[in-house]
Each structure stands twice: as C-alpha cells, then as structure tokens.
C-alpha cells in the first residue's frame, strides 16, 4: 500500500524558513509526479508546487520566488523548501503522488502543520 509521510512542519517566525520532507513508500517513485498541497479550515486545499518524474517543476504564481520543491529518487523523498514565510503560509501541507495506475486524485500522506506566527 502506498504510504507517504511528510515531516519538518512546525513553527516559524515571519521571515523564517522551513523545510518539508515527504518519504514515499511502496510506490515507484521515480515514476511519480509528485506534489505540495496545503490547506487551511474553511478553504480548499490548493497547489503550492508540484515536481514531476522527469524532473519539470511547477510552482503557485503566489509562492513562486520563496518555495522550491526539489526530490531525491534514491531516497524516494521530496522536499519543499520554505523561505521568507508569511503568517499566511499557516496551513496543512500535504504530500501528493500521482502515477500512472494511481487514482485521479493521486495518493496524500496525512499532512503536517505549519504556522508561521511572532
């Protein structure tokens, strides 16, 4: 069963960084394209950047300029690095795998917590 679990959220200071991992399990990872979400109450969730199996990246015309999401297929991990945080890039994020057998809406792991806040 493919599994993805996401870490490195957490607390951050306006103006701080983080940096999201997401280990992928039991998926052929460098067959998948692979994506960040993120998600606040009372919104849908939304695209923040994407990193496709050949290695193409897409990013929200909002985010763009302060978050890159890069992949290790060795390690079958990627990473979203976060810089210049806002407090309103407070939200879930989430880890997506698409490939060609998943469904539609690809795989997610269960999210982790970012609040960005003084």
């Known amino acids: 069963q493919v599994q993805l679990v996401e870490s490195g959220g957490g607390l951050a200071q306006p103006g701080g960084s983080l940096r999201l991992s997401c280990a992928a399990f039991?998926?052929?990872?460098?067959?998948?394209?692979m994506a960040w979400y993120r998600q606040t109450p009372g919104k849908e969730r939304e695209l923040v950047a994407g990193i496709s199996a050949d290695g193409s990246r897409n990013y929200s015309d909002s985010l763009k300029g302060r978050f890159t999401v890069s992949r290790d297929n060795a390690k079958m991990e990627v990473y979203l690095q976060m810089n210049s945080l806002r407090p309103e890039d407070t939200a879930v994020y989430y880890c997506?795998?698409?490939?060609?057998?998943?469904?539609?809406?690809?795989?997610w792991g269960q999210g982790t917590q970012v609040t960005v806040s003084s």
């Open positions: 997506n795998a698409k490939t060609p057998w998943s469904p539609s809406t690809g795989y």
């Open positions: 039991s998926v052929i990872f460098r067959l998948a394209d």
